[in-house]
């Protein structure tokens, strides 16, 4: 499966942004999908993610009230909505997919990965 994500930009401190992650090549159903964002010099940091039943949704606890993942099995699309943004969010943003039932919060454990889309955000 190939994914792409969309969406990244600069934007001011308390906005929003929705990140999209489109999938090719097959359809999400019984992947667990995952956000994870990255800067320079450091590890992927896990954001969000969710199974495809959505039984099992998980936020990073620097995130968890602000960011919403969701998907439109539809248009095969994962979004992550992000809400209130402070500068710290700022980052390369990826999704990553893999088969289970469960949310790893470790990028290693996903098969699947996307380029990435960069999410600035100004003080």
């Known amino acids: 499966v190939q994914l792409v994500e969309s969406g990244g930009r600069l934007v001011q401190a308390g906005g929003s942004l929705r990140l999209s992650c489109a999938a090719s090549?097959?359809?999400?159903?019984?992947?667990?999908v995952g956000w994870f964002r990255q800067t320079p010099g450091k590890e992927h940091e896990f954001v969000a993610g969710?199974?495809?039943?959505?039984?099992?949704?998980l936020y990073a606890a620097s995130v968890k009230g602000r960011f919403t993942i969701s998907r439109d099995d539809a248009k095969n699309t994962v979004y992550l909505q992000m809400n209130a943004l402070k500068p710290e969010d700022t980052a390369l943003y990826y999704c990553?997919?893999?088969?289970?039932?469960?949310?790893?919060?470790?990028?290693?454990?996903?098969?699947?990965w996307g380029q990435g889309t960069q999410v600035t955000v100004s003080s």
């Open positions: 990553a997919a893999v088969p289970g039932y469960s949310v790893p919060r470790v990028y290693r454990s996903y098969n699947y």
């Open positions: 090549g097959r359809t999400f159903s019984r992947l667990t």
């Open positions: 969710d199974t495809w039943s959505g039984d099992s949704t």
